[in-house]
């Protein structure tokens, strides 16, 4: 008995009775006392904009949110230094020209309260949090094939029922771990980067250690260092570093960016990684050995992830990735004082740019600091932890606190932490079990109605995550809007063309350097992970236009019932 959409309250009515009589003689012993046309879980960039479009379409929604605020990664990554590494301008909605105009980014990469307050400011603005239930993990999304309906159980007790269910979960909002034995034992504190005490932490007098020196531990480790009596940096994999060069945006930039916005939104969205770089089109390898330094010392200079645009085959061409990699490692010799110090932080294991670039402010100065010192835990590893601080295979190391700034189980994390069943009680973690398979990154056959933003085998995390974010909100709204229109009771991706792009998003990835590395965007962080190369490497504008000829042929590859 499958009525979509609220034309008014009679309607809602309607639709609430049709459900309680569908859920009576469905298999779900539970009972839902609520119906909504869709539930959004998560309340970052993904789920506030999801909710502001669902309303547009006039679509009753319910977001749960587990965080007590709204913002996602950055109600959580609250640790010293969080930082973005896309430029503000680039990093935020384009959704609104009011908003754009009455916001004002004071940083070219702007910190973590300042995209906190920008989002509650986005939630205020456009009266978003009566919709928005905080403190509240979802804990089921299990599809009802008699009703056509997802159930939706949460860990406050609620038990609702959505005709469509969008998961804004994030990609790296599932913090992760490693086991170390005896971490309980240790008589510190603990904490991750990624969930960070909202009142802070006095490190003042501290011996502190910090495990990992992926993205978050190059922001944090510097700024730990200005505060405690010493830090101790446990490092399994060098990491390479570009400058930030952050400075704040002067009123000129500002009132350029304003008048501009339009422009650099469409640039953006036409792009490779989401935001404007100026690409060089020549090859490494044409250039002479000084026009090739002369090159990396400009965009060096100029910072950011404009660096690994200095020539076009650096993502694909080990030859010319190399002479950029060495150009970075004699940076960190160049900078490093401790000649041994140096010659650890260099990386020598990956291709640069294959594993998340870190973008950072005095990262390697750090090192000269006379209260830091490095660990390599690759040739000496981590034993235990015990209750006074940490053990490796060499050493033993007395500790005040420890910080892990350890990553996150991405992109699949927040998915398989809830039991996400579709057609046939399936799991989504069974179907997935040797890597995840969707059909535009957007949906996965057997789970109708069921739309992951951001999700593998999308651009998501290799863009400026804010456009990919933007993009499928709207190819979703559109795609619900168009369902309206047809009188289409559910969509869902057909096996062959999921099976066909999966194929596609392997091809492209082993077209570049990127599965040479045993990074986090393969699952290699996480044991027993499959190692599947997750994102789309494709480019967000290609990604954009290829999504775009989907919807135009009718939803192409994806099937869609009818009610009529
Ligand atoms: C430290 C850090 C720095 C980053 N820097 C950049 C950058 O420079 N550029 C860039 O483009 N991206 C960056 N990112 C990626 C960032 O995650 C995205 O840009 C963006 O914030 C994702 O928004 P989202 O809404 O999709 O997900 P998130 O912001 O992760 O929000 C997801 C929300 O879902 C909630 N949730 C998850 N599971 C459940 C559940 N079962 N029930 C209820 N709620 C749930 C979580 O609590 C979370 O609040 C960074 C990420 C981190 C962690």
Redesign the pocket.
């Known amino acids: 008995m499958p009525l979509l959409f609220n034309d008014g309250p009679d309607a809602i009515e309607r639709q609430n009775e049709a459900v309680s009589e569908e859920q009576r003689s469905s298999e779900i012993s539970a009972t839902p006392v609520k119906h909504f046309d869709a539930v959004v ?7 506030l904009y999801m909710l502001y479009r669902l309303r547009e379409l006039g679509l009753s929604t319910r977001v ?4 007590a605020g709204v ?7 609250r640790y010293p230094g ?1 930082r ?3 430029p503000s301008v680039h ?1 935020s909605y384009s959704f609104s020209p009011e908003l754009e105009q009455e916001w004002e980014w004071t940083e070219k990469y702007p910190r973590q309260p300042e995209i906190l307050r920008y989002l509650n400011h986005v939630a205020d603005r456009f009266d978003l949090r009566r919709d928005i239930q905080l403190n ?4 089921s999304i299990i599809y009802n094939e008699a009703s056509n309906l997802w159930m939706i159980k ?1 860990d406050q007790g609620d038990q609702v029922s959505a005709r469509y269910c969008i998961t ?6 599932t913090p992760n771990t490693p086991k170390f034995p005896g971490l309980a034992s240790f008589q510190g504190q603990v904490y991750h ?2 969930q960070w005490p909202h009142e802070g932490v006095d490190f003042t007098g501290k011996r502190v250690g910090v495990i990992g020196t992926g ?2 531990g190059i922001q944090v480790i510097p700024q730990i260092a200005k505060q405690a009596a010493h830090v101790t940096v446990f490092q399994r994999t060098p990491n390479y570093s570009l400058p930030a060069r952050n400075r704040p945006l002067t009123p000129e930039e500002k009132a350029s960016v304003k008048a501009n916005y339009p422009q650099l939104r469409q640039t953006d969205r036409e792009s490779a990684a ?1 935001f404007t770089i100026t690409r060089n089109e020549q090859s490494a390898l044409e250039v002479t050995a000084e026009e090739r330094q002369k090159k990396f010392e400009e965009v060096w200079a100029i910072g950011g992830f404009q660096v690994l645009a200095s020539f076009s085959d650096i993502g694909i061409n080990l030859e010319s990735n190399t002479y950029m990699a060495d150009f970075v490692r004699a940076k960190i010799g160049e900078t490093v004082h401790n000649p041994e110090v140096a010659r650890l932080l260099m990386p020598h294991d990956h291709p640069i740019g294959t594993k998340r670039i870190c973008i950072d402010t005095g990262y390697y100065e750090t090192y000269n600091r006379e209260n830091v010192s490095l660990v390599d835990v690759r040739t000496s590893p981590i034993e235990e932890i015990t209750p006074t601080g940490l053990r490796t295979k060499d050493a033993e190391y007395e500790l005040d606190a420890l910080v892990c700034a350890t990553g ?1 189980d991405a992109m699949t994390g ?1 998915l398989f ?2 039991e996400i069943r579709g057609k046939n009680g399936q799991l989504l973690k069974e179907k997935w079990a040797d890597g995840p398979r969707t059909y535009l990154g957007v949906m996965t056959a057997g789970f109708p109605n069921l739309f992951i ?2 999700g593998p085998g999308s651009p998501s ?1 290799l ?4 456009v990919s ?1 933007e993009q499928h909100v709207e190819w979703i709204g559109d795609c619900v809007q168009y369902m309206r229109e047809h009188h289409c009771s559910s969509i869902e991706a057909e096996v062959a063309a999921e099976d066909a792009w999966v194929a596609h998003v392997n091809e492209v990835a082993n077209f570049t350097l990127f599965p040479r590395a045993n990074s986090w965007y393969l699952g290699a962080n996480i044991p027993g992970k499959p190692r599947v190369f997750m994102p789309y490497v494709g480019g967000v504008g290609n990604y954009r236009i290829k999504c775009q000829e989907v919807a135009d042929k009718g939803y192409e590859g994806f099937c869609l019932m009818t009610y009529d």
């Open positions: 879980i998560g309340a970052g960039f993904s789920g749960y949110e587990a965080g913002g996602g990664t950055w109600y959580w990554n969080a973005c590494d896309s990093y509240t993990r979802v804990l949460t804004a979960a994030g990609c790296l909002s980067t990624g993205s978050t989401g996150f927040a932490n809830m933003i951001t995390v863009s400026n995550m804010t974010i």
